[in-house]
Every structure is written in C-alpha cells, then in structure tokens.
C-alpha cells in the first residue's frame, strides 16, 4: 500500500515537503496522485503526476506553490509545498491512478494509504 508522511505544523508562508511510498508494489506502472481532505467534507485532488514524470497537473489554488515528483526507483512520490496558507491545512493522501499517463482527477484512483496532517498556522 501507500504511505504518506512529511506532514507537520508550520506557519504560513513556510514549507514542507510530503512523501508517498509504495511498500507493495512498484508506482512505475501508475499515475500518481495528491489528494487532501478538510474535516468534514469530500477528499480533494490536488495533483499529479504520470508515470514518466513528464506531465503534472494542480488545482488552481496551489499552482506555482506546490511541485509534485516522483522517483520510480525509490518507489516514492513528492508534494513540495511552499509559501503554505491556513487554507492547506488539512489531511494529505496519495494514490495510485489506474491510466498511467492520465494526470486529470477522473482518472481512477485507487490504493490509498493512511494520510499524513499538514497544519498551517496564521
């Protein structure tokens, strides 16, 4: 399964960079994707990545502040998050998506691993 980590408290305008790593089987093969979910509500995409690295895609809200990557080798996925808002503040996932090279949310995402929290103090 996946598992996220890097989550932590920071203030607004600093950074944190997430992890996702796959323990059982190889991310290679699979877009990759960043979803994060507020109390309450629906789990949110945020981005993603195909399985060569060559094409990402963001929501608007965190365009030119967050970078996704990813290293197949290390079977782990990245979500560099800088200049953080009291807005990002909620629990992140990833996921494994179903068409390799399909970065849209549609695509279908599956094997989700526990989140890790990103708080983000005003």
């Known amino acids: 399964q996946l598992q996220a980590s890097g989550g932590g408290l920071v203030q607004a305008g600093g950074s944190l960079r997430l992890s996702c790593v796959a323990s059982?089987?190889?991310?290679?093969?699979?877009?990759m994707g960043w979803f994060r979910q507020y109390p309450g509500k629906e789990r949110e995409f945020v981005a993603a990545?195909?399985?060569?690295?060559?094409?990402?895609n963001y929501i608007d809200s965190v365009k030119g502040r967050f970078t996704i990557s990813r290293i197949n080798g290390m079977n782990t996925v990245f979500l560099q998050m800088n200049n953080l808002k009291p807005e990002d503040t909620a629990v992140y996932y990833c996921?494994?998506?179903?068409?390799?090279?399909?970065?849209?949310?549609?695509?279908?995402?599956?094997?989700w691993g526990r989140g890790t929290q990103v708080t983000v103090s005003s």
């Open positions: 996921a494994a998506g179903n068409d390799p090279y399909a970065v849209s949310q549609r695509n279908t995402w599956n094997y």
């Open positions: 059982v089987r190889p991310i290679s093969g699979y877009a």
């Open positions: 990545i195909d399985r060569l690295g060559t094409t990402t």
